[in-house]
């Protein structure tokens, strides 16, 4: 065993040879055995967990002199979505990396480094955690940290993957080689960036690290080193990182410390490889790490040892000719392997020669460590596995355990002498891309795992650029005389489940086990009213009617549209369509849907399997999240009333706006930090010229001359309020009115006509002073009782209230977030699709974060602004999509076929999560147990029944 020596010794050392002077040794004097057994002496002490590390120094900027005229630097590189590219993307991240390979010539070496350590929780368990804030809702935000932590434990987030691409040179001194590795280093993070990776170089420091965790793999205290302290200590930079000690003793594994390893090199014999293998070697949930040694032969060399090779094949083929004629048979008839090496070394001859191909000598590596003998067996047997699959062979270092240790680190050396030949192609089917995670510390809230990597995904949107988002979730919806079949045997409709307000238990179809169950249905609502509806008539006669891309299980083709049913198909669990008839209404009448547990389905009266509606608990969830994670204000656009139970729940300010509510929001508000300049008017004017658009309902706007008019009425208008700047100087609708009758052209008269209806008519809802205190952290506007002619009015004077908050926030450097349901009302009308895309670009600006949530994706693609809405969001949490749908979703965003089976009749709590440039397919199978998901499936009642509850405690 190779013992660490102490810094003593080497001070021992110094006065010894300080000491001892050495005289020259006279020519043919034969060594005494007193100099021989000093000479063993000294061998020994040489033999160093230190002197075993193999380089020599380690430079400050990173450079490492690694032998005496080698010299290497690390950088680091992230990862990309290939798994998950469409295919004309990956072919072109292929390309891309193949033009990466051939960059690297002759003189330099590099080495590929893929590092899965099991990393210490404690410091994942930093980022989830969440402080408690001292209120009520301290116990339910307890639990959700403990859900987190389950989670964590759950996926892979405890292993922390790490990739590296070292390179390094030949150079008579420092000097000389700085430069040429700065240059190197400058190519390979320009080629990283053609990529679209994100790299950066590591620093002295950051690589002695890496070789610290290598060699401490057991040891959770991390490494604490400062280059001021070699000079006060007077050790080496190796004294820091080496590990307690080295036993290399049977040739088939060694020990370092307490920590039990061995490494096995990989030989090819597959005839074709497949980018996926590496990728499943990096799935591996052990300490394991990979490293693809690479050296480039010279172009001109390559060409000359193959054409070698062919005449070698050639000559050998000429002797089993000449064998053949001598015995007497045929001439043509010689070895087989002999046709198939020499068909392919003339085809990689012409590769060399024609093609963009160079040849590398290539050595592949694995490092596997654990604790005991029989669990590192274990990790071997199963990286073996993965080889195997692949039609290749692992097998150990045998003898060569210190070599391979020594070349498995990170310094661009290669001390193994195995190496296989391979084209630029085959050396780059060794893709070092599989899927990108997402894990932030800081505000960050949880959105599921990654349906990939198992990963935990936790994400602040305020690092995006541009943090606005959509929440697309599952259309579709049925006729208020629609029957469902409840788990007793009973039947309701649709129109008797809204009215009685209560959760109810309905039949539910677990797909894996093929079999109805009984699953809790609630949040049964009214989503919209259609006109255009699809008639699907049974075997039995029954009928059903609903829109179009509501879905129907099937047999043969799982979730299917309505629109989309054929005769003659199967549907679950027995039946089978007659006709399907598509049906024109004279008038809209109100479509409903039903949230459901687990499975996400519901059976009809008639028998049938349908799928349910699901995107509100989406924004429910982040909507908790942030509020129990951040700061933030919270204010929530609620036109179908879905919302006001939560925010109840949590304590907010839920504002009832309807013809006979008590509850007033003025239109005409705005504050004296309304704009980023002195003129806070210049943008309200924008919102008044939208609302009066709305209002006059023109479909090509209000004509430039009427823009004129209000423009001229607003600075009289507002006078009084900048003079003095007080509540009760607010301006109303009313006196808009009465200014614009008091001007002389005939469009003011017009426009004031307009108004009339919304000043001293039957909706002048809007004509007052705002008579509630929008000061609550979490406000809800529930205009759901506004009515047809009213909703969108009020959707677009929420959106200006809204801006109001968040132009107060930003001055108290504070966070808005905005969610706006059934967002696609508000891009249906050009007046508010135009006033809704300008609000979307400034809330950036100024600290807000809008939402815009809605499972009618249809209507909101059909929007002439959409393209702004997408170009304009980083964020989009999609859930399953109808098939039309999907395929337009697929071009606006680029999403591959791969990608987009994530949102093709997938279950509960899955879809795909768009994050900037990142695209994570996601599951998240929320626990019903907890506290947190029971506030968010509130009814109204259970709000009543827990203020009377608190009332009653209070009261005792």
């Not at 004294?239 to 594994?253: E, L, M, R, V």
């Not at 090496?341 to 590596?365: H, I, P, W």
């Not at 509540?727 to 808009?736: S, V």
Request: proline share 3%; with cysteine; charged share 25%.
């Amino acid at each position: 065993m190779r013992k660490k020596e102490e810094a003593i010794r080497r001070k021992e050392e110094r006065k010894q040879k300080r000491k001892k002077h050495v005289a020259a040794k006279p020519a043919g004097s034969q060594p005494s055995k007193k100099k021989t057994s000093s000479a063993k002496a000294e061998k020994e002490k040489k033999l160093s967990v230190q002197k075993t590390i193999a380089y020599r120094e380690m430079g400050k900027d990173g450079i490492c002199r690694v032998q005496d005229k080698v010299y290497s630097k690390t950088i680091r590189f992230y990862d990309l979505n290939y798994q998950l590219a469409q295919n004309e993307d990956k072919n072109a991240i292929f390309e891309n990396w193949c033009d990466f390979l051939n960059y690297f010539d002759s003189t330099i070496h590099f080495q590929l480094s893929f590092i899965n350590q099991k990393n210490n929780m404690l410091e994942f368990e930093k980022i989830i955690r969440i402080k408690p804030q001292h209120d009520e809702f301290d116990d339910v935000r307890m639990e959700y940290a403990q859900m987190l932590k389950n989670q964590l434990a759950k996926g892979n987030n405890g292993l922390l993957k790490t990739k590296y691409i070292t390179f390094s040179i030949e150079a008579d001194n420092i000097r000389e080689a700085k430069p040429k590795l700065e240059r190197i280093e400058a190519d390979i993070l320009n080629n990283f960036k053609v990529l679209g990776v994100l790299a950066y170089p590591l620093s002295g420091s950051e690589r002695l690290e890496v070789l610290y965790e290598t060699f401490n793999p057991d040891n959770n205290v991390p490494l604490k080193f400062d280059y001021n302290q070699i000079v006060k200590t007077g050790l080496g930079t190796k004294d820091f990182i080496a590990p307690t000690s080295f036993t290399f003793k049977n040739g088939k594994d060694f020990s370092m410390g307490n920590t039990i390893g061995t490494v096995s090199y990989l030989q090819i014999l597959a005839p074709e490889l497949t980018d996926k293998m590496l990728a499943e070697f990096l799935d591996i949930d052990k300490n394991l790490i990979v490293n693809l040694h690479v050296q480039s032969v010279d172009q001109m060399k390559a060409i000359k040892l193959v054409k070698s090779k062919v005449t070698d094949i050639n000559r050998m083929k000429i002797e089993e000719q000449k064998k053949a004629v001598r015995s007497g048979y045929d001439m043509d008839i010689i070895p087989s392997d002999l046709n198939t090496y020499g068909g392919e070394a003339k085809r990689l001859l012409e590769d060399l020669q024609s093609r963009n191909e160079r040849m590398f000598l290539v050595t592949a590596l694995f490092l596997n460590t654990d604790k005991t003998k029989q669990e590192l067996e274990n990790a071997v047997f199963q990286t073996a596995g993965i080889a195997q699959k692949y039609n290749c062979v692992l097998r150990r270092l045998d003898y060569l355990q210190e070599e391979g240790l020594m070349s498995s680190l990170p310094l661009g050396i290669n001390h193994v002498p195995i190496k296989r030949a391979l084209t630029t192609t085959s050396t780059a089917i060794f893709v070092p891309f599989t899927t990108q995670e997402l894990f932030m510390a800081g505000e960050s809230l949880y959105y599921g795992l990654n349906a990939i990597s198992n990963n935990m995904i936790m994400v602040d949107r305020k690092k995006l650029k541009n943090p606005n988002g959509l929440i697309l979730g599952t259309p579709g919806c049925f006729t208020g005389d629609t029957l469902l079949l409840l788990s007793d045997g009973t039947t309701i409709s649709f129109d008797e489940l809204v009215e009685r307000k209560t959760d109810v238990m309905v039949n539910s179809y677990d797909l894996r086990n093929q079999q109805l169950v009984a699953a809790r249905g609630y949040d049964a609502c009214i989503v919209k009213k259609a006109k255009s509806l699809v008639e699907v008539e049974l075997e039995t006669g029954d009928k059903v009617r609903c829109t179009s891309n509501h879905w129907f299980l099937t047999r043969s083709a799982g979730y299917t549209e309505a629109a989309n049913l054929r005769v003659g198909m199967k549907l679950i669990p027995d039946h089978e369509v007659k006709a399907v008839r598509m049906i024109e209404l004279e008038t809209e009448v109100p479509v409903y849907d039903i949230s459901v547990e687990d499975f996400q389905n519901f059976q009809l009266a008639c028998g049938i399997v349908v799928h349910n509606s699901g995107k509100s608990f989406a924004a429910k969830r982040e909507i908790t999240n942030a509020y129990f994670v951040t700061q933030d204000d919270i204010i929530i656009g609620d036109p179908e009333g879905e919302y006001y139970p939560l925010v109840h729940a949590l304590g907010g300010q839920v504002i009832h706006i309807s013809p006979t509510s008590k509850d007033f929001i003025n239109p005409m508000d705005i504050n004296m930090d309304y704009s980023d300049d002195d003129n806070p008017l210049g943008v309200k004017s924008d919102f008044i010229l939208s609302l009066c658009e709305l209002i006059m309902g023109s479909r090509n706007g209000i004509e430039a001359e009427e823009k004129s008019v209000i423009d001229r009425c607003l600075p009289i208008v507002y006078q009084k309020y900048f003079e003095n700047p007080v509540p009760e100087n607010m301006p109303i609708l009313g006196d808009l009115y009465e200014c614009l009758r008091a001007q002389k052209e005939t469009q003011a008269q017009r426009i004031a006509t307009a108004l009339e209806i919304y000043v001293n008519g039957s909706l002048r809802v809007f004509n007052h002073q705002t008579n509630v205190a929008l000061n609550n952290r979490i406000v809800c506007f529930d205009i759901k009782e506004l009515g047809k002619q009213l909703k969108k009015l009020g959707m677009l004077i929420v959106q200006d209230q809204v801006w109001n908050r968040v132009t107060i926030n930003r001055s108290s450097h504070k966070s808005t977030r905005y969610y706006i349901d059934e967002f696609h009302l508000l891009l249906k009308e050009e007046q508010t699709a135009a006033y809704s895309v300008e609000i979307w670009k400034r809330f950036r600006k100024w600290g807000g974060i809008p939402t815009g949530i809605t499972q009618n994706v249809k209507d909101l693609l059909a929007s002439r602004e959409i393209e702004n809405i997408f170009e304009n969001s980083d964020f989009i949490y999609m859930l399953n999509q109808a098939a039309g749908d999907r395929q337009i979703l697929a071009k606006q965003l680029n999403i591959s076929p791969y990608q987009l089976s994530y949102v093709t009749n997938s279950g509960e709590g899955e879809g795909l999560l768009f994050y900037g440039s990142t695209i994570i397919p996601f599951k998240d199978k929320f626990d019903k147990n907890l506290k947190l998901y029971s506030l968010m499936t509130t009814k109204p009642e259970e709000v009543e029944a827990r203020r009377q509850a608190e009332e009653k405690k209070r009261g005792e």
